[in-house]
């Protein structure tokens, strides 16, 4: 089965830099890859979807990287505000089958003022 | 995107109650899935939600426990029946559109039991 590592330390940053976060999987390369984000007590928002083939993906302060050779994800917030300050989780799922998606455990990102 | 509504959003359930979650989603959607949260863990799905049938299970979770209904394209409830602690947690309502990838959440159900 898929296994899903996400840094589970918070990461604390400070206002206006760029918050990066990582997941990192083992096993089969999956064949999309999703980040959300989620608020105390609520249910995942969809941020960003990356497929196996696309190497980066945008919108608006938000980057996505896909490297299927080291098995990773990168997340990152540009020009980071404390609005930000949540626990963003990723998401992987293979070829075909929504039942079998896999979700990590998240990393809390706080943003200072 | 799908926008989901659940409700109850929040509740405080007595031992050995049952109750039961609503989901309801502004448009016609092809896969709807029941999963749970409990604190500090990752998601974990529930079954699977199939429109007039007999919901698709995951390993670790049964009828009895969790009966699950769809009659049609938009909506689906879930109820945790006979409830204990154990079942204190978060339970999400999600669902896939026809030619996307994404799967879309509700806002939640946090249930606890006392």
């Known amino acids: 089965s898929q296994k899903i590592e996400q840094n589970s330390e918070a990461l604390n940053i400070q206002e206006g830099k760029t918050a990066t976060l990582t997941c990192n999987y083992t096993n089969y390369s999956p064949a999309y890859l999703q980040w959300y984000r989620q608020d105390p007590g609520r249910g995942p928002v969809f941020l960003l979807l990356?497929?196996?083939?696309?190497k980066e993906k945008r919108k608006e302060r938000l980057k996505v990287t896909f490297d299927t050779t080291l098995k990773q994800s990168l997340f990152h917030i540009t020009a980071s505000q404390p609005a930000d300050s949540a626990t963003y989780l990723c998401?992987?799922?293979?070829?075909?089958?929504?039942?079998?998606?896999?979700f990590g455990t998240g990393t809390k990102l706080q943003v200072i003022p | 995107s799908a926008v989901i509504s659940q409700k109850p959003s929040r509740d405080i359930c007595q031992r050995g109650t049952s109750l039961t979650i609503q989901c309801q989603v502004d448009?016609?959607?092809?896969?709807m899935f029941w999963y749970r949260q409990q604190p500090g863990q990752s998601l974990t799905l529930i079954a699977t939600a199939n429109q007039g049938s007999e919901a698709t299970y995951e390993s670790g979770f049964v009828i009895d426990k969790f009966p699950i209904s769809r009659p049609n394209l938009t909506f689906s409830t879930l109820t945790v029946s006979n409830m204990s602690p154990e079942d204190s947690s978060i339970y999400l309502c999600?669902?896939?559109?026809?030619?996307?990838?994404?799967?879309?959440f509700g806002e939640g159900s946090w249930l606890t039991v006392v």
């Open positions: 448009s016609q959607v092809t896969m």
């Open positions: 999600s669902a896939v559109q026809g030619g996307e990838n994404t799967i879309y």
């Open positions: 990356i497929r196996e083939n696309e």
């Open positions: 998401a992987l799922a293979p070829p075909g089958g929504y039942q079998k998606v896999t």
